[in-house]
């Protein structure tokens, strides 16, 4: 039977417990067969204070799967959509390539794919989740920074961390409603 109880997919992030590896990176353009040069996640370093007092953080960063996506809204073919769970994707077939979507993103998650003629970005690996599974940098990361998981169920792990825990998100002013939750 299928499911049609509603769902609403969110990552949580521990960034303090980023080492930075990359791991995340890596498995990302494996599964997805991310082009050279092009990245659909990534580690965003800040260094503070001065040697021998320094120190480093590490913030894994993707599209935030937007609850109110300005990438959507700007696509004049309706390319760019946005699936009942939350996920945000591109169809390949409807996409243009006007690029529109790269330019009203506040995250810069998108980029052009020159061997296709259209724009991608993260897919929370929906190919993945269909099947009951968790995105490739979420298996992947030896430290455990990223929960994966359903906000509409009051038992899952995301919806506890959020319940229990201070977090952020980034940029809220845009009004987008990003869906990657930073824990402090
Ligand atoms: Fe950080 Fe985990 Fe990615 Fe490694 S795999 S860089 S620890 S988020
Ligand atoms: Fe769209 Fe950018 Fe939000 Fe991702 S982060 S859903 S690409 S506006």
Same mark, same amino acid.
């Given at each position: 039977m299928a499911d049609t109880k509603k769902k609403r997919y969110v990552l949580v992030?521990?960034?303090k417990k980023c080492i930075n590896c &990359?791991?995340?990176?890596?498995a990302c353009k494996a599964e997805n067969g991310v082009p050279v040069g092009k990245?659909?996640?990534?580690i965003t370093?800040?260094?503070?204070?001065?040697?021998?007092?320094?120190?480093?953080?590490?913030?894994?960063e993707q599209c935030m799967h937007c609850e109110n996506p300005s990438c959507v809204r700007v696509c004049p073919t309706g390319a760019s959509w946005q699936r &009942?769970?939350?996920i945000v994707l591109v169809n390949y077939d409807d996409c243009i390539g006007c690029r529109y979507c790269m330019i009203a993103c506040p995250y810069n998650a998108r980029y052009f794919r020159e061997d296709l003629g259209v724009?991608?970005?993260?897919?929370?690996?929906?190919?993945?989740?269909? &099947?009951?599974?968790?995105?490739a940098c979420v298996e992947t990361c030896p430290s455990k920074v990223r929960v994966f998981?359903?906000?509409?169920?009051?038992?899952?792990?995301?919806?506890?961390?959020?319940?229990?825990?201070?977090?952020?998100? &980034?940029?809220?002013e845009t009004g987008n409603g990003p869906q990657l939750y930073y824990l402090l």
């Open positions: 992030l521990d960034s &990359k791991a995340c990176v890596v990245f659909r996640d990534w370093e800040e260094r503070r204070g001065t040697w021998p007092r320094l120190m480093a953080t590490f913030d894994p &009942k769970d939350g724009v991608d970005k993260c897919t929370l690996c929906a190919h993945r989740v269909d &099947k009951g599974g968790i995105p998981g359903d906000l509409e169920d009051p038992s899952s792990d995301v919806s506890q961390l959020l319940n229990t825990r201070r977090y952020l998100v &980034k940029k809220p």
